[in-house]
């Protein structure tokens, strides 16, 4: 009898140390995960950022979807136009000439990094794709460009996805979305800046 009580015993401390290792594990692997996925994402809308900007330079607008962000980029060009004499000085009397020349916005592309093919994926997303909206808004009584680009926590988690972790971080919620820009305000910030 006393053996089967110690065997029993051994059983239920071997179950309370696995429990024990558990709990402290899974708070490290969550954090670690966490923080290697949102960096992962970050980066990308980074990249997608930095490409609207060069669009708005082309086009003087956001582009609404990658199909024609990517077309854009891929086949438009900067317009550079070099100004010779100073149409600000009302004392200048010399001739002002414009010189305008293009450049091929693929070669900017290129020497960014910028992936154009892979950039509306997300990171652990399992092919899922960023949302991407563009519009048009007054803002203080001006007509501007507004885009915002984002993704739910919860598509790029995988495990971590549910809500149960925010035990672990009071500030985790798998709904809220990452995202850059506004189409309140005319804004390109991302709300992971300033964190």
């Given at each position: 009898?006393?053996?089967?009580?110690?065997?029993?015993?051994?059983?239920?401390?071997?179950?309370?140390?696995?429990?024990l290792?558990?709990?402290?594990?899974?708070?490290?692997?969550f954090?670690?995960?966490?923080?290697?996925?949102?960096?992962?994402?970050?980066?990308?809308?980074?990249?997608?950022?930095?490409?609207?900007?060069?669009?708005?330079?082309?086009?003087?607008?956001?582009?609404?979807?990658?199909?024609?962000?990517?077309?854009?980029?891929?086949?438009?060009?900067?317009?550079?136009?070099?100004?010779?004499?100073?149409?600000?000085?009302?004392?200048?009397?010399?001739?002002?000439?414009?010189?305008?020349?293009?450049?091929?916005?693929?070669?900017?592309?290129?020497?960014?990094?910028?992936?154009?093919?892979?950039?509306?994926?997300?990171?652990?997303?399992?092919?899922?794709?960023?949302?991407?909206?563009?519009?048009?808004?007054?803002?203080?009584?001006?007509?501007?460009?507004?885009?915002?680009?984002?993704?739910?926590?919860?598509?790029?988690?995988?495990?971590?996805?549910?809500?149960?972790?925010?035990?672990y971080?009071?500030?985790?919620?798998?709904?809220?979305?990452?995202?850059?820009?506004s189409?309140?305000?005319?804004?390109?910030?991302?709300?992971?800046?300033?964190?």
């Open positions: 009898m006393r053996l089967v009580i110690n065997i029993i015993l051994a059983v239920v401390i071997v179950g309370l140390v696995w429990l290792i558990q709990s402290i594990r899974e708070p490290i692997a954090r670690a995960e966490r923080t290697k996925r949102e960096q992962a994402v970050i980066a990308q809308l980074m990249e997608i950022r930095k490409a609207q900007e060069l669009f708005r330079d082309i086009k003087g607008g956001f582009s609404p979807t990658f199909d024609s962000l990517k077309y854009v980029l891929t086949n438009d060009s900067f317009q550079i136009v070099q100004v010779f004499g100073d149409p600000d000085d009302p004392n200048y009397t010399g001739e002002i000439t414009y010189d305008t020349s293009y450049f091929p916005a693929i070669q900017t592309i290129d020497s960014l990094g910028l992936n154009l093919d892979s950039m509306m994926y997300v990171p652990y997303g399992g092919g899922a794709t960023f949302e991407l909206k563009a519009d048009t808004l007054t803002y203080q009584s001006t007509l501007v460009n507004v885009v915002e680009a984002g993704i739910q926590r919860k598509v790029f988690m995988g495990r971590f996805a549910n809500p149960l972790y925010a035990k971080d009071k500030s985790y919620n798998p709904e809220s979305v990452i995202k850059f820009g189409l309140t305000a005319p804004n390109l910030s991302g709300n992971w800046e300033g964190r």
